[in-house]
């Protein structure tokens, strides 16, 4: 019986993980830049204010620096990130590994975009899709921070080479 209690907790756990990478690419494109285009929208921070300061800073959010929590880019993504997580509580009644994979897609997603955005060399090497989504010519492709899987599987994944743009 544990075995099989482990086998669901684990099974649980790869569903909502890849749930958890198609809803980041859902909502980076579709929210944060459909929506953070528009000035007046609450998710106008990400394109605005994310997107001009790594364009400006070779890649680059001096918002991430500070462990400090402020209302910036950083401190929003923070926000919505544990508005998301508190959305899918009700998922626990479900399965609990469903839900912690939740929490660590969250926690992942965040600590790996901090990452990009604090090392860019790091993120050069690491998370070159996302790299390309801010440095590239077209910054409206490449929606996946943590992985380009869903990117490449929906044709949405553009390849740059630097220094010859």
């Given at each position: 019986m ?8 684990v099974?649980?756990f790869i ?7 198609i ?5 980076h494109k579709y ?6 285009k528009?000035?007046?929208?609450l998710?106008?921070?990400?394109y605005r ?5 790594a364009?400006?800073?070779?890649f680059?959010d001096?918002?991430?620096f500070?462990?400090i929590?402020k ?7 923070i ?14 009644m ?9 929490v660590?897609?969250?926690v992942?997603y965040?600590?790996k975009?901090?990452?990009?955005h ?5 993120a050069k090497t690491?998370?070159m899709w996302?790299y390309?989504?801010h440095m590239g010519k077209n910054q409206?492709?490449n ?11 929906l044709?949405?994944r ?6 010859s743009?």
């Amino acid at each position: 019986m544990t075995l099989v209690i482990a086998f669901k907790f684990v099974a649980w756990f790869i569903a909502a993980y890849i749930y958890g990478h198609i809803a980041e690419w859902f909502i980076h494109k579709y929210i944060l830049h459909n929506f953070g285009k528009k000035y007046n929208s609450l998710f106008s921070f990400h394109y605005r204010e994310h997107h001009k300061n790594a364009r400006k800073n070779q890649f680059y959010d001096p918002v991430y620096f500070s462990w400090i929590p402020k209302l910036d880019a950083a401190g929003k993504e923070i926000v919505y990130l544990t508005i998301i997580v508190a959305m899918h509580i009700p998922v626990v009644m479900i399965s609990y590994g469903a839900y912690a994979a939740l929490v660590f897609s969250s926690v992942e997603y965040y600590y790996k975009h901090r990452r990009a955005h604090t090392d860019p060399e790091w993120a050069k090497t690491n998370l070159m899709w996302h790299y390309d989504h801010h440095m590239g010519k077209n910054q409206d492709a490449n929606w996946g921070v943590r992985s380009d899987v869903v990117d490449r599987l929906l044709g949405t994944r553009v390849y740059y080479e630097y220094g010859s743009e």
